[in-house]
Structure formats: structure tokens, C-alpha cells
């Protein structure tokens, strides 16, 4: 684990600042926070967090100790909460801050509602992703405990150049209109689609929504019961996509990223079902990818339409027990407002966080995704929440589409 402390000389100011943003808020010069991170300091989120923060302590005074964990963090920020490490904030999935650890996190209802030096004068909370804000409240029962940065949504990622290059003039919103795509792109020799084994289950999962809607798809896992017709179903549409050269023959075999890296970058592939950070992980190999984005099309009556999508992000949570809550606050605002939330976005080709924030040209599309959704489906639709379900749905997905298995023998799989 690499330590970095960040700060300036300590700034002679004993006056407080006038406004909530202030010093009269509570933060201090002389202070130092304690953050542990969930990016390395290589990463493009890591270099400019560690820029922001040298600008926040030029700005107030407060330095900022920054523990670099990557995604160890996840095995070490626990151990060292419940051995009382002096810890002030931390960051992680959404989802992770809330539920793994949210025994941990401080209220900040009483935060979100004030007005900071990056906010124009209007409280925090109005000049946020709403739709994420709202997410946090959810997943504290009410209470905002985390604060949502870095959002994302899980949609299909696609590449505009071969759409055009093929004739297709509209992204689809029907499964029809998806094998029309794809019998297009076959044409000009490309595959419609690829996957990778990281996001097989994904691809089952959302599809399935797509078939018996949210719930449905829920309690297939909850129950660990496949049987059901959908699975068949499921089946029958994925053996016809291999059969009709829709989907890249290399898609049974490709181990993460081989799919992105070797067929989306190079363009041998139009389609992966992902999330808005496959820019960003790719862009060393395909650095002027004209990146388009759509909803996962809708198949049955009985599914979840276009309007039904993933989407959750990284988040922000201040420990309970630390001495400087005001300033880790101010310090969060720094991060989700103005400057550096536009910084954060534009480096990581990410989704802003501040309502005022650009969207990177390579996701534009992809906010109209999130402005239209109107449920928000879990990662994975629950495919990925059971280990043995999610292995035993990339074991026979692969199958499937290498022509191994008929859909009748995967759905009997799946059914064991």
C-alpha cells in the first residue's frame, strides 16, 4: 500500500470563511484527513483525486493523507475500521458502501443540504446527479450516508463508424430490429456482438429481464430454480444468434478483455453489452473509437422495456467516527462539483457527478439512457450474486453459442 500526504504550507488564516462552505462550517486550517482510496495512484481517477487534493489544501488549508488501496480495498478498509484506524472517508461502490459497510457511515442528510464555495450558492444537493442521490438515500433507508461520484450505467456499447458503414440508421429497440443490426453488420463482415466471460452472466441476466421482467429474473436466482420457460427461451435466442454468425465466433472462448481489447477495439466486433467506463479501459487501443451507446433492446410482453436499466457508481463515505467531519465533507464536495468534477470525468472518460459537468463526447449517448430509465435493474439482474450460478451460466453460455450445446441441453443444464 503506497501512502501519499498532500499539502502546503499551513495557512495563516484564523478568520472564518463566511457561508456553510467555510471555515465556519467546521473544516479548519491545520487539519488533515485521512482518505483511503479505492483507485491506485497509476489510474487515471488516482492522479486526478491526487491533484484535487493538493488544490483543496492550497484552497483551505487541509491536508489530505491519502492511502492509494486499489481494489484491495475491499479486503482491508473492514479489518482496519474495526481495529479503530484513524480513517476519515473512503470510497467504493455504491452499492459495497452501502450494504458491507454501512454500519460505518456518518448521516449526511444535514451536509447535502447545505450551500459550498463549488455550489454557485445552491445546497449540495441540488446540484447533483439527482437520479444518484436518490440511490444513496434508497440504499440508507432513507438517509443519505454515501455520496454517489464517477456514475456509470451498464448499456450496449457500440462503435458508430461500422453502424454507418453497415446502413444502420437507427439503434435497435426490438430484438427484431437487433438481428436486422446484426444481419447488417454481418455483411460487411463484422460481427454484431461479442461478450466476454466476465459479463456473460450480465448478458443473461438483463436478457432474461428483458423476457419476465426485474422481479422474475430476482427470483429465478433467489430460488436457484432455471426451469422455467424463459431459460429455454434464452436459449433458443442465443443458439440462433451463434448459428446466423450474429455473435463473434470468438466469444465463447474469450477470457476479459480479449473481447474488448481484440474485437471491439480493433473493430471486428460492433456490440458489447457493458458499461460506460469501456472507453476509458480501452482507449489505449482504440483512442478514436466514435463511441455510441444504447438500451439493451426489449424482446418479450412479459419483460422489462428500454426505459428498465443498470446503472449505480462509485461513492464516498465518511466513518462515523471521525474527528473531521466537516472537512471530509468540503472535501467530497471538492471532488463532486465544479473543477475537479469535470477533470475526473474528461481524464477517466467518466459520467460527471455536478449537474453543471460536461459528459465526454464518447458517452453523450448514453446520458439520454439514464435520463429516460425509469426502474433501475441490480448489476447483473442477481446472476452474479450466487457464485455457483454464475459459473454454471458462463460454463453453458459458452457452450451454447461454440454450437456444443442445443438450447434444449442448456436449458437442462441450467435446470440441474
Same mark, same amino acid.
Given at each position: ?12 488564516? =484564523?478568520?472564518?470563511? =463566511? ?15 485521512? %482518505? ?41 478498509? &473492514? ?31 444535514? %451536509?447535502?443540504?447545505?450551500? %459550498?464555495?463549488?455550489?454557485?450558492? &445552491? ?12 440511490? =444513496? ?55 454484431? !456482438? ?35 420457460? &424463459? ?15 450474429? !455473435? ?50 426489449? !424482446? ?13 457508481? &462509485? ?50 449517448? =448514453? ?50
Amino acid at each position: 500500500m503506497k501512502r501519499i500526504v498532500l499539502g502546503a504550507a499551513l495557512l495563516a488564516l =484564523a478568520a472564518a470563511l =463566511a457561508g456553510a462552505g467555510g471555515r465556519s462550517a467546521g473544516g479548519s486550517s491545520g487539519t488533515t484527513l485521512v %482518505y483511503w482510496s479505492m483507485w491506485n495512484e497509476a489510474e487515471p481517477q488516482g492522479q486526478v483525486i491526487a491533484r484535487a487534493a493538493e488544490a483543496f489544501t492550497k484552497d483551505t488549508g487541509i491536508k489530505v493523507d491519502i492511502n492509494f488501496n486499489g481494489r484491495d480495498i475491499r479486503k482491508t478498509l &473492514q479489518p482496519a475500521l474495526d481495529a479503530g484506524e484513524v480513517i476519515d472517508l473512503f470510497d467504493e461502490d455504491i452499492e459495497r458502501v452501502a450494504n458491507a459497510w454501512g454500519n460505518y457511515l456518518l448521516p449526511l442528510d444535514s %451536509y447535502v443540504s447545505r450551500s %459550498y464555495p463549488t455550489t454557485g450558492g &445552491q445546497p449540495f444537493g441540488s446540484v447533483v446527479n439527482k437520479t444518484l442521490l436518490d440511490l =444513496a438515500r434508497q440504499l440508507g433507508s432513507g438517509t443519505v450516508k454515501n455520496i454517489p461520484y464517477q456514475p456509470s450505467t451498464f448499456v450496449t456499447m457500440y462503435n458508430k463508424d461500422l453502424f454507418q458503414r453497415a446502413g444502420i440508421t437507427a439503434v435497435p429497440k426490438t430484438w427484431n430490429e437487433m438481428l436486422d443490426a446484426c444481419a447488417k453488420l454481418k455483411a460487411i463482415g463484422v460481427a454484431g !456482438i461479442t461478450v466476454d466471460d466476465a459479463y456473460m452472466a450480465c448478458l443473461f441476466g438483463y436478457t432474461v429481464d428483458r423476457l419476465i421482467g426485474m422481479d422474475a429474473t430476482l427470483a429465478m436466482v433467489k430460488n436457484n430454480d432455471f426451469s422455467g420457460p &424463459q431459460t429455454l427461451e434464452f436459449g433458443r435466442i442465443w443458439e440462433n444468434m451463434a448459428k446466423n454468425g450474429y !455473435i463473434s465466433a470468438r466469444a465463447a472462448s474469450n477470457i476479459y478483455p480479449a473481447g474488448q481489447v481484440e474485437e471491439i477495439a480493433t473493430g471486428r466486433a460492433a456490440m458489447y453489452l457493458n458499461g460506460t467506463w469501456l472507453p476509458n479501459e480501452i482507449k489505449g487501443n482504440a483512442p478514436n473509437m466514435n463511441w455510441g451507446s444504447f438500451a439493451w433492446p426489449a !424482446i418479450g410482453p412479459g419483460g422489462d422495456g428500454v426505459t428498465a436499466n443498470n446503472f449505480g457508481s &462509485q461513492s464516498f463515505g465518511i466513518n462515523k467516527n471521525t474527528k473531521h467531519p466537516e472537512e471530509a465533507f468540503r472535501f467530497i464536495v471538492w471532488l463532486t462539483t465544479g473543477e475537479w468534477d469535470a477533470a475526473l470525468a474528461a481524464e477517466s472518460i467518466g459520467i460527471p457527478m455536478g449537474n453543471a459537468s460536461q459528459w465526454p463526447p464518447a458517452l453523450a449517448d =448514453a446520458k439520454a439512457v439514464v435520463d429516460a430509465t425509469t426502474r433501475r435493474l441490480p448489476w447483473a439482474v442477481g446472476m452474479e450474486d450466487n457464485p455457483d450460478i454464475n459459473a454454471k451460466i458462463k460454463e453453458n453460455f459458452a457452450r451454447l453459442v461454440a454450437g456444443n450445446l442445443t438450447a434444449e441441453q442448456f436449458a437442462a443444464n441450467m435446470a440441474r
